[in-house]
């Protein structure tokens, strides 16, 4: 037994758990008392068991928010990427999704290394069974110790739980079955049955990874080539801009499946774990489907395209994005063999489906906390999501409110037009996830204003204020605010007013760069990033300001308070169905209450009529 007490214990060192643990150590002066990280195997910490990439649609936004609240995602991208690009580059700023292909070795060293540096932060080998409960609250955890075997209790007044896909972790490969929440490693068993035993409703979800080639025996010659940007773009506020990238860029290429593979998935079908019964979980990713779901549900596509994908520069693994499979590894053989290119691959891996329990997310708040056990917060796949990037997101501010409730302080949430992390955590806690959530923009109806270039301009303020950034960073927002500043007025000065800019960006052959060569000579930051963001304020500028008026309107119930402790069945004049509802998720806000299924416009006004009456 152990007689230290954290201020906070992590369990998971994912991407959710490292990203709490280093927010929470970031947080805490080092003189206050220290953050525990617990992981089955040190060296898997920010792994990448899936596609080694971060960002994307929707998810780059994401990472530009967690960096700029001091996050590590976005750092450790930026010194290990192998290639950035910048997605829906046709559309406008505010879908467009940066994205960038990892090293995924070197990936995994970054995120150790930054932990590394954090000296109140305590990196612990060892496998968690029981979340400590005293009173009714979080009081720990106790774990068994990788080296010595000894059962240990950590006592903490608050956890954050980031278990990802190892809670009774089952791995499928046709008729194959291994237990494990990642190839050669594990599962957790024991938390399951202890989070049942708390009270906590379980569901099964699934997921799945495609195979993995060996790229010394891919004809790459008659692939189309997709290299990345130049010059690329990085994720972090703090990247220098004169060292980037740090490592030797590549190119991915695109292959595609045919009627003939298409034939012997078919042929399988029954062989297929997600077919045949032999999977329990309900539902798997609907937006990011198995090869052999894709064929039968769009029977009418004869190809579906395949991304060959390096998976880093220390090795020569193919990721081949498109086709994730549970089959088994003869029918993997023959459908990599009838890629065009791909006729005598080497597979290095096969893919495999995966199954593992979560706590359906009506059961915590959008804090991240538990509604059951004060002091025990979840984050990531525990609570039915999907993603490097949402997991991140939602490890950040679960630290963040785990270390304000150990200091007796309010804990905080982020507003559907604040982030798209707000946008998350208010989707999961109103509308529970029947598969892995995945975030889009088309998800977030504030996405004019949530784009990955003013990231830095809405949260890094709010970061800086509950301590998550350091004075290096904030030297680096006061110096972009002033370089804004110095811009606009410059345009102004030189009568390039939001008309003209309009008109220019109208125009498909002007872009950022063609703007930067107007401004050369001029005593203004010549930075095509900085520009960007400007110009895409501009050219967003009316409809933003007409959606605020709007927003406005709607805010003034969005984020009036409900009570806790409501007694949803004394409400009088509320229908069952709303009674039932509201009882289950207990929504926090009359936003989160609109937003749930079942409830109507006529049940809020009730709502409303009956806490006025408690208010007088």
């Known amino acids: 037994m152990s007689d230290e007490t954290y201020t906070l214990v992590v369990v998971g060192a994912g991407h959710a758990g490292a990203e709490a643990a280093w927010a929470a150590a970031n947080m805490l002066a080092p003189s206050q008392r220290r953050v525990a990280l617990i992981t089955m195997r040190r060296n898997t910490i920010g792994q990448m068991s899936c596609n080694p990439a971060i960002g994307g649609l929707a998810k780059g936004q994401m990472v530009c928010e967690i960096d700029a609240m001091g996050g590590l995602m976005g750092l450790a991208i930026d010194d290990t990427g192998i290639q950035f690009r910048l997605l829906n580059r046709s559309k406008g700023p505010a879908v467009r999704g940066p994205r960038a292909q990892a090293d995924k070795y070197a990936y995994a060293r970054k995120v150790r290394s930054l932990l590394e540096t954090r000296p109140n932060l305590d990196l612990l080998e060892g496998s968690v069974e029981q979340i400590l409960v005293e009173n009714g609250r979080c009081a720990g955890v106790k774990y068994t110790c990788a080296a010595t075997g000894e059962r240990r209790a950590l006592p903490a007044p608050a956890v954050v739980l980031t278990t990802g896909t190892f ?307 904030w030297a680096a927002y006061e110096q972009r605010q002033r370089d804004l500043r110095t811009l606009t007025d410059y345009l102004q000065a030189h009568s390039i007013d939001g008309t003209k800019l309009w008109q220019w960006m109208k125009r498909p052959q002007v872009c950022e760069r063609d703007v930067l060569e107007r401004l050369n000579g001029g005593p203004v930051p010549h930075d095509q990033f900085l520009i960007a963001a400007l110009l895409a304020e501009v050219k967003y500028s009316g409809f933003i300001d007409r959606h605020r008026r709007q927003h406005e309107r709607v805010m003034k119930m969005e984020h009036r308070t409900l009570p806790t402790d409501c007694d949803y069945a004394q409400v009088g004049g509320l229908r069952n169905e709303a009674r039932h509802v509201l009882g289950k998720f207990r929504p926090a806000t009359f936003g989160q209450a609109a937003r749930l299924a079942g409830i109507t416009p006529a049940d809020l006004t009730v709502l409303a009529i009956s806490m006025g009456k408690r208010s007088d």
């Open 167 to 473: 809670m009774r972790g089952l791995m499928h490969t046709g008729e194959r079955r291994t237990e494990g929440g990642r190839v050669g490693e594990e599962p957790a068993v024991g938390i399951s049955a202890n989070l049942i035993r708390l009270g906590f409703e379980l569901g099964r979800l699934k997921t799945g990874t495609p195979p993995r080639l060996d790229i010394r025996t891919v004809d790459l010659s008659g692939m189309q080539r997709q290299p990345g940007d130049d010059p690329p773009r990085p994720f972090s506020a703090m990247t220098d801009l004169a060292r980037f990238p740090v490592l030797e860029q590549k190119p991915c290429w695109i292959t595609h499946t045919n009627e003939r593979i298409h034939e012997a998935i078919r042929a399988n079908l029954d062989r297929a774990p997600m077919y045949n019964g032999q999977i329990e979980a309900d539902c798997g990713p609907r937006y990011c489907p198995s090869i052999e779901d894709k064929v039968v549900r769009f029977a009418d596509k004869s190809a579906h395209h395949v991304f060959l994908e390096p998976e880093s520069l220390e090795s020569d693994e193919l990721y081949c994005n498109g086709i994730p499979t549970s089959l088994p590894a003869d029918v993997q053989d023959a459908m990599v063999g009838g890629l065009p290119g791909c006729e005598r691959a080497k597979i290095l891996r096969y893919g495999y489906a995966v199954e593992y329990d979560m706590v359906w997310p009506h059961q915590i708040d959008a804090t991240g906390m538990t509604k059951r056990i004060p002091g025990l917060f979840l984050a990531g796949q525990i609570n039915g999501t999907s993603g490097y990037e949402e997991a991140a997101g939602q490890g950040l501010l679960a630290a963040v409110n785990a270390v304000l409730y150990e200091r007796g302080e309010a804990l905080v949430r982020h507003r559907r037009d604040q982030s798209y992390l707000g946008v998350l955590m208010d989707d999961l806690v109103t509308k529970t996830p029947r598969e892995p959530y995945r975030m889009f923009t088309s998800r977030a109806e504030h996405r004019l204003m949530l784009r990955a270039d003013n990231a830095i301009e809405r949260l890094t303020p709010w970061a800086h204020d509950l301590g998550l950034v350091d004075d290096e960073r």
